[in-house]
């Protein structure tokens, strides 16, 4: 079954904690994101990489890294987490061409509380 | 810059009502995909539809259809005879023809279907 997985599901931590959220596709996609959720303000990009060790900004990338070492992989790092940092994280992957018609599948998401 | 604006922040219907959810966008880009994806009260995001700019007819999926308008930069989707199960969070979205393929969110509508 084509999916985009992530671990884990929920997560409650304190500030300063280092964590990674892992992000994981089974569809052989080059372009894999994440994304935050927050209330009254949407989905908001943080970081989205194109393909292996091709990594870059989006919106919202202050108090997170990524690494693409491999294809199917794309773990959220917080090196020190901060309570604004308190979110609904999804992960997503898509195939990538010159049409950008292509369906972006989304992970169930991760819920993570900064205490 | 692109942007996605959904003014309406909730709405509640009587079930069997039709009701239409509101979309605008802003992009300079000629080519780009519109997209609606539901979130119901689990929290996964599920794919409705995606629009691309150049195909203007509207489309109808059983009790969902949507309605694009260039001229008026809108993509609304109104859902007919309304369910309990449309019950939800609906977000618009946005993405490019090309480059990163982020998918730019509107801020989401709450879609509550009373029995």
């Known amino acids: 079954e084509a999916q985009v997985t992530q671990n884990p599901r929920y997560l409650i931590t304190v500030t300063g904690k280092k964590l990674t959220v892992t992000c994981s596709q089974n569809?052989?996609?080059?372009?894999m994101s994440w994304y935050r959720q927050d209330p009254g303000l949407g989905l908001r990009q943080i970081y989205y990489s194109m393909n292996v060790e091709v990594t870059d900004k989006g919106d919202v990338p202050e108090g997170y890294k990524v690494s693409r070492k491999e294809k199917r992989n794309f773990p959220l790092i917080l090196e020190s987490p901060s309570p604004n940092q308190t979110s609904l994280y999804f992960c997503a992957s898509s195939l990538t061409g010159t049409s950008g018609s292509y369906e972006q599948y989304f992970g169930p998401g991760t819920r993570l509380t900064v205490t | 810059a692109q942007k996605v604006t959904q003014a309406q922040t909730e709405i509640s219907v009587v079930e069997k009502e039709d009701v239409t959810l509101d979309c605008v966008y802003e992009t300079r880009d000629t080519t780009y995909y519109l997209f609606w994806y539901k979130q119901p009260p689990s929290g996964e995001l599920v794919f409705l539809i995606r629009?691309?700019?150049?195909?203007?007819q509207n489309e109808i999926s059983g009790r969902y259809s949507w309605n694009f308008q260039k001229s008026t930069s809108s993509f609304n989707f109104t859902i007919t005879a309304s369910q309990v199960v449309d019950s939800a969070v609906y977000f618009c979205?946005?993405?490019?023809?090309?480059?990163?393929?982020?998918?730019?969110f509107g801020t989401g509508t709450r879609l509550t279907i009373i029995p």
């Open positions: 629009r691309n700019s150049f195909d203007e």
């Open positions: 979205a946005l993405r490019p023809n090309f480059g990163n393929e982020k998918l730019t």
């Open positions: 569809m052989n996609h080059e372009y």
